[in-house]
């Protein structure tokens, strides 16, 4: 019997699974019953992958609410395949407690899963069943000639010519897996360290110090960092988050009244990045009334005359001012239609001069100043991505005391619907995402600002914070953070120009980011073998794919015709492999096209005979 066509997946998390589901949702019209054999590696479980597995702690949340959660695609979401309806992740956890979903999970999970409601945040273990229950479902709906194989190992490099079988050379195998086609959904990866991690390293083991690098922290070995000893920690994100869970409760302490109770296991966290301050709290109120109509000025209309220029885009040039006036027109549609009484100007004139003002123009600051009278209602976003900008404190406890109450005003604007703007700003921000994605690498800035602003933890974890910072088990250090090395006395010490002329000193730097998704500095053999095999790495070092269907690029920007990638490590790295329900999730776009592309690929490749050895 010929050999069936053959289609490799590497990375089996929600990006992998996504692609699976849409592979599944769209065989029937594109591929029909042929057979086809469908190759999945990945060494952890399949559906939540390495960053989702099973096997975490039970204090590690996810930082979205249980009903803000879905893998599922529904008529928001532009793409050519069709919509398959799934449940979101409260819904998921319902149809579980009434019996008609049984999942493949422990006692523990299952129990969470009973005690879940939509507004809350779900452990990453329960996602991580929500995950595999997503996988199984799309492997079931895959047409009858289409046979799953798994491989529980990891993917060292693929090769083969662009017209021809390609060649997955697996870890424990000694011969490939062939592959008509190759789709890489890696997920995030380890990193080489880049220079500056080497030398801050070298300098550790010199001294005998603790240096660890950017790292997913549920894998980091948190183990050298010892009770009472101070840590300087440089990032301020979910990172850090996850690092201040492991070091507190997971050491033993616990919250009673509101109040942090030390187990005496805990380390001192020293805190401090560019910014200065946590990303902001989650937004803990639901959307009531009209919602602004999004995009308004960020359409595929202006994204497709931005692609028809010539030269490089330059982000603050070309697309910022657009997006500032995007983030605006949601600010003020809200603050207009749910908040009338802070506004001095009939909605339609307001309107209308607003969408005629250039962007970033006097004109439209001068209408925004003359229609909102107290600038705390004005959507001001340099003041919000770096707040402590020109902010100086005398004392290191000045800081302390002033940054709590930074946090405890956030925290109270994020939970007043009052404030309902800002939930309108997160949905201009989910829109934004969506529209910059089809511009391929537009830099580093706006994905952190994005993330800043609409991807921050929990409320609860927040209040935590303050929490510690009360029983001095967190200390904040300040904007603008530097860390330096003292050869002489063997120590770290960091600087940070909101406290002027102090300065902290520790025998432990944690660096509390994930590594750069960079191709210059990856760990992974895959990728650093596709960088040096031809494939083209943009300046940032991302891997440049086709934008219309995920295609990799060589250096002469030709798209290879048996390569897919998807995901943070490629040009076209959208906000998540799950989104909010009927937010049209950019992910799922991506994952439409590219399974769409690859069907019709095999199956072209099938009808004509040239299944190429």
């Known amino acids: 019997m010929t050999a069936a066509p053959s289609i490799v997946v590497i990375g089996g998390g929600p ?40 096997d975490q702690s039970p204090l590690l949340w996810m930082n979205s609410m249980a009903e803000d959660v879905t893998m ?64 199984e479902r799309a492997v079931a709906a895959l047409p009858p000639g ?8 990891t993917a060292l490099a693929i090769t083969g010519p662009r017209g021809g079988r390609q060649r997955v050379r697996l870890q424990d195998r000694p011969e490939p897996l062939l592959a008509d086609l190759v789709v890489l959904t890696v997920g995030h990866l380890d990193a080489e360290q880049d220079p500056e991690q080497k030398e801050l390293g070298d300098f550790a083991r010199r001294h ?3 240096h660890l690098p950017p790292d997913f922290t549920a894998d ?33 302490g616990r919250y009673e009244n509101g109040e942090y109770l030390p187990s005496g296991r805990e380390p001192v966290l020293y805190v401090g990045s560019r910014r200065g301050v946590p990303y902001h709290a989650k937004i803990g109120y639901p959307w009531t009334g009209e919602r602004p109509p999004l995009p308004q000025h960020l359409g595929p209309e202006w994204t497709e005359e931005l692609l028809s220029g010539t030269g490089p885009l330059d982000f603050r040039r070309d697309i910022w001012p657009t997006v500032a006036k995007e983030l605006g027109h949601a600010h003020y549609h809200r603050l207009f239609t749910a908040h ?22 006097p004109e439209l600051a001068g209408l925004i100043a003359e229609a909102v009278p107290d600038p705390a209602d004005r959507l001001d976003l340099d003041a919000l991505d770096r707040p402590l900008d020109g902010v100086r404190h005398d004392s290191p406890e000045a800081l302390q005391e002033a940054l709590r109450a930074h946090i405890t005003a956030d925290l109270t604007r994020r939970h007043d619907p009052d404030h309902s703007e800002d939930l309108a700003v997160f949905l201009g921000l ?95 053999p895959l990728l650093r073998a596709l960088r040096d095999g031809g494939a083209a790495v943009t300046d940032d070092g991302l891997l440049a794919v086709d934008p219309a269907d995920s295609r990799v690029l060589d250096g002469e920007g030709r798209p290879h015709p048996r390569r897919f990638a998807l995901g943070p490590f490629t040009t076209a790295r959208s906000s998540g492999a799950f989104t909010r329900p009927r937010t049209g999730g950019p992910a799922f776009r991506q994952n439409d096209a590219a399974a769409r592309a690859a069907l019709t690929f095999l199956r072209d490749l099938s009808c004509h005979g040239r299944l190429a050895s």
């Open 208 to 210: 005998e110090l603790v």
């Open 220 to 252: 980091s070995d948190l183990a050298a960092l010892r009770p009472g000893e101070p840590v300087i920690v440089r990032g301020f994100g979910l990172a850090f988050v996850d690092l201040m869970v492991l070091l507190t409760e997971g050491r033993g």
């Open 430 to 524: 989910l829109s934004a995402y969506a529209q910059l994605v089809r511009l391929g690498d537009i830099g580093s800035w706006w994905h952190g600002f994005f993330s800043y602003l609409a991807s921050g933890p929990p409320g609860p974890r927040l209040q935590q914070l303050l929490a510690l910072s009360r029983a001095g088990v967190v200390r904040f250090l300040g904007a603008d953070l530097t860390v330096e090395t003292d050869e002489e006395q063997g120590l770290f010490r960091a600087r940070s120009a909101t406290v002027p002329g102090a300065h902290t000193e520790a025998r432990a730097l944690v660096e509390a980011r994930l590594p750069d998704p960079s191709l210059r500095h990856t760990a992974s």
């Open 15 to 54: 990006r992998g699974t996504g692609v699976i589901e849409r592979i599944a949702a769209n065989a029937g019209e594109l591929y029909g019953n042929q057979r086809l054999d469908l190759h999945l590696v990945d060494p952890h479980p399949a559906g939540g992958g390495r960053i989702w597995r099973p």
């Open 146 to 153: 289409i046979t799953v194989h798994e491989h529980r190992t």
């Open 72 to 135: 599922f695609t529904d008529e928001t979401v532009e793409l050519a395949g069709p919509v398959v309806p799934g449940p979101a992740l409260d819904a998921w956890a319902e149809d579980v407690r009434a019996g008609r979903i049984t999942p493949d999970a422990d006692p523990a999970v299952l129990a969470e899963i009973h005690g879940l409601a939509g507004a809350d945040f779900p452990t990453r273990r329960l996602q991580s069943a929500y995950l595999r229950w997503t996988y």
């Open 340 to 361: 009338p009484e802070r506004t001095a100007l009939a909605h339609e004139v307001f309107a209308e001069k607003y969408a005629a003002a250039d962007p970033g123009s």
